[in-house]
């Protein structure tokens, strides 16, 4: 450790940085002759975390901006090609990391796998302006009495329409309710029967 009590000059903090998310803190310290304490005070210092790149957020940090499971993130990852860096994190674990820039490039070509309506405003910056117009679509789709208990008036209701003949996308507009849950609360209905 020829540099554990010298002072940091401006060319090996670049190098500090150049490295962090790629190497482990361990490789970080003997890579520039610190001892590992040394490399996390100073990264603490100049502001840098190890769980997070500059620009970037880890997928979890992604679905929980997105008000989304952190497995959904995985799947866009896994089966439809959302982009991402894979970095190690402190000491061995490794994150998955995701440039914002780049989500928001592949959500505009994925529109149909994302319920806008549950992303906050600028949740993640820089938010595009069409995000805006899907995340209005996006409410307009969504009955506003999805996932409430059903009333016995609305049980009344839907008994009376389906003994007309209506389809159950027309009973759904009717009652304000989605499509599969008036399905489900059908077969509910006739199975307590």
Known sequence: MQNKFQ???TPEENRLKEMVGFYTIPVIATKLGRNEGGIERKLEKLGISTRNSTDDVTAYSLA????VDSHTVLLWI???GL????RITKFKKQNLFIKPERFWMWAERNKHRINFSK????ALPPEPEW???ER???REIIPTRHQQIWTPEEDRELLRLTAKGIFQKDIGKALNRPTRGVQKRLAFLR???
């Open 7 to 9: 002072k940091w000059k």
């Open 64 to 67: 929980s901006l997105l008000n």
């Open 83 to 86: 982009p991402y860096k894979r």
């Open 131 to 133: 995000v805006d117009v």
């Open 136 to 138: 209005k679509k996006d």
């Open 119 to 122: 992303i906050p405003k600028h």
């Open 78 to 80: 896994d089966k439809y």
């Open 191 to 193: 199975k307590k029967d």
